[in-house]
């Protein structure tokens, strides 16, 4: 009878500790997701939801920040007098994009949003992004607008100094339009290229 009794408690404390551990790999399996393990770029575990908004082109017509028709976008905030960051993110863009067969590049968009709508008119970017590559995407709108998208997208803008301060990553939002990755400003051509390559396909 002690025997028995024995091996059903062991059998519960068996049970229960598989039941934790299950309940403990459910909690985290978030945290080891590793979908995007082999990208380039640094994953969100888990990815963020995209936000969209309408702004302005650089023809003055409406245009929204995410494209439904586009299987990867590459998104990334700056101003046009940006002396260092901006240009150095945008020029890897544009060798990264024109890399890509023509097949990747139709379902790849890239869209620069400014930071400085007092000075950049959709005149003055549209001509901005258009020397990187004639098919980036320039948007510009009010300020309370795109007040409303820095925040979403975690971008910073220091009003105390007359340089314009913001966040300087590039992001990577997928047919879902979920960021995924991220990439610093500095990111290499050849390391967009082969992460478009694989999502834009």
Known sequence: MGVSVRRVALSIAVALCLAALGLVLLLHRGDDDDT????????????????????????????RVLDGTKTLEFLFFGYTHCPDECPLALASLGRAYRSLPPAQRAHLRVVFVTVDPAHDTPAVVQRYVAGFDPHFVGLTGTSATLRRVWAAYGVTIDARTKEIGHGDAIYAIDATQHVILVYPPDAQATSLAADAGKLAG
């Open 36 to 63: 995007y393990a082999g990208y380039n770029g640094t994953p969100l575990r888990p990815p963020k939801v995209a936000a969209d908004f309408a702004l302005t082109d650089g023809s003055g017509r409406a245009a």
